[in-house]
């Protein structure tokens, strides 16, 4: 997004680091422990720390007190990178003029990170907001200090719920003012409490809380008036990715980050060697138009073509357009020694996926991940203009047979699906890709609020489709069980909830 040049948007622009919109302020200055006296008057914004993935839309299971433990354990995770050498602090309340070398000389923004050495480590102060992107660097750690919620990396470069920003074009049309948006992927209001669903242009905004963007103008239908009145908090999904290496990287830790709104990946990695992202929270990404053709995706977390010892652990991953943990490439590549454990994912169109079409994947495991709700979060089918939503589930696979080896899927809950349990196409043939066991399936028959499209009329929902073109589907216990013994091996458990 690009500023307009006034006294009052250059004022604007400056709360990326101190804090800008209606979120509450406080007094505080930055002391040598890192936490804070009331000294002096510095204006801030303070992190959503609610549950910001259910927001949309309150869907429920048996598994609801099994996955709020780990999302708390998630959100608890202790900083493990303070005792690590060559530390450089990053603080949201920092004046100008600081070093980085400590808490009370931090550096006041992100900025500054292009010029840390190789094999340092950068430590962001906990319980505020970074509207910055940045670049991810070989041999380097990233992660969190001081007390509070964990430090919040946005991609929407500011809270958008100011009166002054819109102004009414014509009838419930509202244009935001002072900022061009390339392409705006989705709009989150007061942090998930309502949600736009993306329009081609002006003349497709025909009810409330679509939008479009139009030669960078983002224009928004608001029924009920200017929306930077109704709202505290708007925060878009602009074009971009929020962290990420746009080239190989290697010895690279992530830790304890919150990584919201942005129009592409949250976290992009491209040829890699020895990544570990763990304790990170991942919600509302994607949503952006491709340069090259329609198609709008977005993934939480991607490693795209070869990649070599990927770890992600105890990730809180939520409301992604596409994917939110993917391994991925449409070229020849050897992805191999991927590890996703203990991660929990939900309201993603695909909470996990993988493709390889032309190369080696070797070595993967998919254990102990909580995934919830697949399809059902603020991305929805029926909200995805420009994009396919036939394979919608837990873990995606696609049509792709695995040309690798010792490919693992186990102890995973498969907790309702919009679509697809598993789709996996070749699960059923022996070395054409992964092995499936020892996982709990559950499935309900009907939301409240979502009806399933035509392939999946009423209570029918598909467990996966197998190579022979057959589709496993099931409207009861009795069917969702023999549907899942057909790919896995071994389950855990079968539940079907009416």
């Not at 993306?198 to 030669?215: E, H, P, Q, R």
């Not at 939520?318 to 449409?330: E, K, M, P, V």
């Not at 697949?374 to 919608?392: E, H, I, M, Q, T």
Request: hydrophobic share 35%; glycine share 10%; proline share 3%.
């Amino acid at each position: 997004m690009k500023k307009v040049i006034s006294v009052f948007l250059i004022a604007l622009m400056l709360c990326s680091v101190v804090g800008c919109g209606s979120d509450k302020t406080e007094n505080s200055k930055p002391s040598n422990d890192g936490t804070t006296s009331n000294n002096e008057q510095i204006e801030y914004e303070k992190p959503y720390e609610g549950n910001a993935a259910i927001l949309p839309m309150q869907m429920h299971s048996p598994y609801d007190n099994q996955a709020e433990a780990l999302r708390k354990e998630i959100i608890d995770l202790p900083d493990t990178l303070l005792k690590n050498k060559n530390i450089y602090y990053v603080s949201y309340r920092a004046k100008q003029g600081g070093d980085g070398k400590s808490p009370e000389t931090a550096w006041n923004s992100l900025a500054f990170i292009d010029v840390v050495p190789e094999g340092s480590t950068i430590l962001f102060e906990r319980g505020g907001v970074y509207r910055e992107k940045f670049e991810l660097k070989s041999n380097m750690s990233y992660g969190a200090y001081g007390k509070g919620a964990k430090p919040c990396i946005y991609g929407s470069v500011a809270n958008l719920a100011d009166e002054a920003l819109w102004k009414e074009e014509s009838k419930g049309i509202w244009v935001l003012q002072g900022y061009e948006v390339e392409s705006a992927g989705g709009i989150i209001f007061d942090h998930g409490k309502d949600v736009g669903v993306f329009a081609l242009n002006s003349k497709a905004l025909i009810s409330d809380l679509t939008f479009c963007t139009v030669k960078g103008k983002l224009k928004l239908r608001c029924d009920k008036g200017n929306p930077g009145a109704l709202y505290d908090s708007i925060e878009v999904n602009d074009k971009g990715h929020i962290i990420y290496a746009t080239g190989y990287i290697e010895n690279v830790v992530i830790e304890n980050l919150c990584v919201k709104y942005g129009g592409e990946h949250g976290i992009s990695i491209n040829l890699c060697k020895n990544v570990k992202i763990r304790g990170c929270e991942i919600g509302y990404i994607g949503g952006c138009v491709t340069d090259y053709e329609f198609v709008r995706y977005g993934n939480g977390i991607q490693f795209w073509r070869d990649c070599d010892g990927v770890v992600c652990e105890k990730n809180w991953i939520y409301q992604c357009y596409d994917a939110g943990l993917t391994h991925q490439t449409s070229s020849a590549a050897v992805q191999k020694n991927i590890n996703f454990s203990k991660n929990l994912i939900e309201y993603c169109v695909y909470n996990i996926e993988a493709f390889n079409e032309h190369g080696k994947t070797e070595n993967v495991t998919y254990k102990d991940n909580i995934l919830r709700f697949a399809g059902y979060g603020c991305f929805d089918p029926k909200s995805r203009l420009g994009s396919n939503s036939s394979a919608v589930s837990h873990i995606c696979l696609w049509r792709h047979p695995n040309p690798g080896s010792n490919f693992k899927i186990t102890g995973n809950i498969f907790d309702t699906s919009y679509r697809y349990l598993i789709y996996g196409y070749y699960l059923n043939e022996a070395g054409k890709n992964a092995t499936v066991s020892g996982n709990t399936y559950v499935q309900q028959p009907l939301s409240k609020t979502y009806a399933f499209d035509k392939d999946n009329i009423g209570s029918q929902v598909s467990v996966t489709q197998l190579a022979n073109g057959t589709v496993l589907k099931a409207n009861d216990l009795a069917s969702l069980t023999s549907g899942v013994k057909a790919i896995d091996t071994a389950p855990k458990k079968i539940q079907y909830v009416k």
